[in-house]
């Protein structure tokens, strides 16, 4: 099974320059690629002159995460893709689990490893950890991650298991799959595109899978800091257009009237913890949420899957029942629309 390896970089040299000497030296079953955002350091240069066997791609332009890679893999050969962010550590053997999964489950179209935190080993990180998840009103979680509550690796996900979705930070997807779903949505830019592209094969019958014998480490933030307004604005957009193209039509207005109110609640939160630029970064994303309302409707499938979630409002079972870890949440009453 030929499988590549990508890499988006964007002026990312000293990120090359510190992990990508892992996935060379634990990547000899796949093809390795950098595709460069057109970045104005020298990562381009760095690759050719330390990585002769390192394949590069250079887009014309800054695409971002989700045009980036659309546009970056036309150019790539292999039936899985293994998207790999700069600041990912990769260990020993991380493939060989992933290839073996793939092969021996057809149906299986994407698969997430276990990703740790670089800073901390010993614990999940915040993108993806053991696999993600998502509540009625398009709040997401992972096993070993609740919002900001970060779970120590104790074995307690070592398993291989179906979720919903599976982080950017390191996404396995067959090629195929990746064609017929036409990539990631391009509009997205940056943050979330890989849960909505998670959703669109859910909603076409495909599994994604989490894979824990492949590990992975973390930085996280690396391209753009946790508390970043532009960060707070792409996610609270992204995620409201999301939801726009993939809830089902009988949810579709009750749950996106019910988020946008949570979210005007989230922008409160803000202006009382005196941080005014995420506020405005709220307002701004429902503003373009707005402008882009039709666009977006016009992008809806004819088909929507009605189990798209694990629990109806995780939101309250974190802050107010105070359920910090995935595992609890089990043994409140999950629905199911089946």
């Known amino acids: 099974?030929?499988?590549?390896?990508?890499?988006?970089?964007?002026?990312?040299?000293?990120?090359?320059?510190?992990?990508?000497?892992?996935?060379?030296?634990?990547?000899?079953?796949?093809?390795?690629?950098?595709?460069?955002?057109?970045?104005t350091d020298d990562s381009?240069?760095?690759?050719?002159?330390?990585?002769?066997?390192?394949?590069?791609?250079?887009n014309e332009s800054n695409f971002g995460f989700a045009q980036g890679y659309n546009e970056a893999l036309k150019n790539v050969d292999a039936e899985i893709y293994a998207l790999v962010n700069s600041d990912i550590e990769v260990t020993e053997n991380w493939l060989e689990p992933i290839i073996e999964t793939f092969e021996n489950e057809p149906k299986t179209a994407i698969i997430q490893p276990k990703i740790l935190d670089f800073k901390r080993k010993e614990y999940?990180?915040?993108?993806?950890?053991?696999?993600?998840?998502?509540?009625?009103?398009?709040y997401m979680f992972c096993r070993g991650r609740?919002?900001?509550?970060?779970?120590?690796?104790?074995?307690?996900?070592?398993?291989?298991?179906?979720?919903?979705?599976?982080?950017?930070?390191?996404?396995?997807?067959?090629?195929?799959?990746?064609?017929?779903?036409?990539?990631?949505?391009?509009?997205?830019?940056?943050?979330?595109?890989e849960i909505d592209l998670c959703w669109r094969a859910f909603n076409k019958g495909h599994i994604v899978k989490y894979n824990w014998q492949s590990k992975v480490y973390h930085v996280g933030g690396a391209t753009l800091q946790q508390g970043n307004p532009r960060k707070t604005f792409l996610n609270f957009r992204n995620s409201l257009l999301m939801m726009l193209k993939n809830l089902p039509k009988?949810?579709?207005?009750?749950?996106?009237?019910?988020?946008?109110?949570?979210?005007?609640?989230?922008?409160?939160?803000?202006?009382?913890?005196?941080?005014?630029?995420?506020?405005?970064?709220?307002?701004k994303a429902h503003f373009s949420f707005y402008w882009l309302l039709f666009k977006y409707?016009?992008?809806?499938?004819?088909?929507?899957?009605?189990?798209?979630y694990k629990t109806q409002n995780v939101v309250y079972l974190y802050f107010i029942k105070k359920i910090k870890v995935f595992n609890n949440i089990l043994g409140t009453k999950s629905i199911n629309n089946n």
Not at 46 to 55: G, H, Y
Request: overall charge negative; proline content about 2%; hydrophobic content about 45%.
């Open 44 to 58: 381009v240069a760095f690759v050719k002159a330390n990585f002769p066997t390192v394949k590069i791609v250079e």
């Open 124 to 138: 999940f990180e915040y993108a993806g950890a053991a696999g993600g998840f998502m509540d009625k009103y398009g």
């Open 297 to 308: 409707y016009k992008k809806r499938e004819h088909f929507q899957f009605q189990n798209y």
């Open 1 to 39: 099974m030929k499988i590549a390896v990508v890499i988006l970089n964007w002026n990312g040299t000293k990120l090359l320059e510190q992990f990508l000497p892992y996935i060379v030296k634990y990547s000899s079953a796949a093809d390795i690629f950098v595709a460069d955002n057109a970045s």
């Open 146 to 193: 609740m919002f900001d509550t970060l779970e120590k690796d104790n074995g307690q996900y070592d398993d291989h298991c179906e979720i919903f979705w599976a982080s950017g930070a390191c996404f396995f997807i067959r090629s195929s799959v990746y064609k017929e779903l036409k990539g990631f949505d391009a509009d997205f830019f940056a943050h979330q595109e």
């Open 250 to 283: 009988n949810q579709l207005f009750p749950v996106l009237f019910i988020r946008l109110i949570l979210d005007g609640i989230a922008g409160i939160q803000f202006l009382l913890q005196g941080k005014l630029k995420h506020l405005l970064a709220v307002l």
